[in-house]
């Protein structure tokens, strides 16, 4: 069997935009991912650490552990062996309190990168492939996100371009989730359940195992 973590923050986790609830897993994009792969005859076993409001490697003033970088390594200690890690984070780097553009947040992802390959694993355990996947872009931030995400549409729009550098660039495995989904036209920033299973089938069709 090959183990599978996603590490990730609200968009994987499955806030239904507009609430505070959660789509059960066969409908999160990760329930999504497993069970396709499962129907091609993979024998896989998909791990999720999704945090809402998790950064790459920025505090939340107000809320927190949502340093991504803090931690990471424990965490691929915990659910190690694995044969891959997916590594899908930025949108919150883009949160009103952070002043960050896409070049500065695709240098938290390519730390994130680091952390899960020098994390401390037992010996013989191999180092896990990584994916590194660009989140859906956010688009004009509505409702109760309005005000968290001004201005994050704009300062977000090179995060496909500086992502897929850093992926290049550390010869790791990438995918943009734009090439198959957007957000929900509800708030802007999170997936709606129909956008979760294009992103789930996409990415379990994109012979990464």
Not at 46 to 62: A, I, K, S
Not at 92 to 120: T, Y
Request: charged content about 20%.
């Amino acid at each position: 069997m090959k183990q599978i973590l996603i590490y990730s923050d609200s968009l994987s986790w499955g806030i239904i935009p507009g609430t505070r609830n959660r789509l059960p897993f066969e409908k999160r994009w990760p329930g999504v991912f497993e069970s396709t792969l499962k129907t091609t005859g993979k024998n896989v076993r998909v791990f999720e650490n999704c945090l809402n409001g998790r950064r790459t490697c920025w505090p939340d003033p107000y809320k927190d552990g949502r340093d991504g970088s803090q931690g990471l390594a424990q965490v691929i200690e915990m659910h190690s062996p694995l044969a891959l890690v997916i590594l899908m984070l930025g949108t919150n780097d883009f949160q009103c309190m952070h002043n960050n553009n896409a070049w500065v947040s695709a240098q938290g992802m390519a730390k994130l990168v680091e952390i899960v390959r020098k994390a401390p694993i037992e010996p013989g355990m191999p180092v896990p492939s990584i994916m590194i996947v660009c989140p859906p872009l956010i688009s004009k931030p509505k409702g109760t996100m309005t005000e968290k995400f001004r201005g994050a549409d704009e300062k977000c729009a090179r995060l496909p371009a500086e992502l897929a550098r850093v992926a290049k660039e550390l010869s790791t495995l990438y995918f943009d989730a734009n090439s198959v989904t957007g957000t929900s036209p509800l708030d802007g920033v999170h997936l709606d359940a129909n956008q979760h299973e294009l992103l789930g089938r996409a990415m379990a069709e994109s012979n990464i195992l």
